[in-house]
């Protein structure tokens, strides 16, 4: 069973920063070849995209983290993690880390709370 597990949440001054990681428990082979990336989720909003990475390395954003936010993979690890500068009280949600991982597969979130 694919298990998906994040850290690395907390309370942040605006300004701040923060690293999330994901350590995924798959085998190394069907990590290699999953796109994986992170959402998030404030009170009383639909659960949205923050930023992916694909097997190859490639990148994409929600426009409002661009610039401040950075995803990475290491497939030896088989973690993901998204360091977040600038931090802002609009991005204040539950994270939650994704992989396709041959199904689709989520993590039980860590709470971000940005506030000064």
């Known amino acids: 069973q694919v298990q998906l597990v994040e850290s690395g949440g907390g309370l942040v001054q605006p300004g701040g920063s923060l690293r999330l990681s994901c350590a995924v428990s798959?085998?190394?082979?069907?990590?290699?070849?999953?796109?994986m990336g992170w959402y998030r989720q404030a009170p009383g909003k639909a659960r949205e995209l923050v930023a992916t990475?694909?097997?190859?390395?490639?990148?994409n954003y929600k426009d409002s983290v661009k610039g401040r936010f950075t995803i990475s993979r290491d497939n030896a690890e088989k973690m993901v993690a998204l360091q977040m500068n600038g931090l802002k009280p609009e991005d204040t949600a539950v994270y939650y880390c994704?992989?396709?991982?041959?199904?689709?597969?989520w993590g039980q979130g860590t709470q971000v709370t940005v506030s000064s």
């Open positions: 994704y992989g396709d991982l041959g199904g689709g597969s």
């Open positions: 798959t085998s190394s082979w069907i990590f290699r070849i999953s796109t």
């Open positions: 990475i694909t097997t190859g390395g490639t990148t």
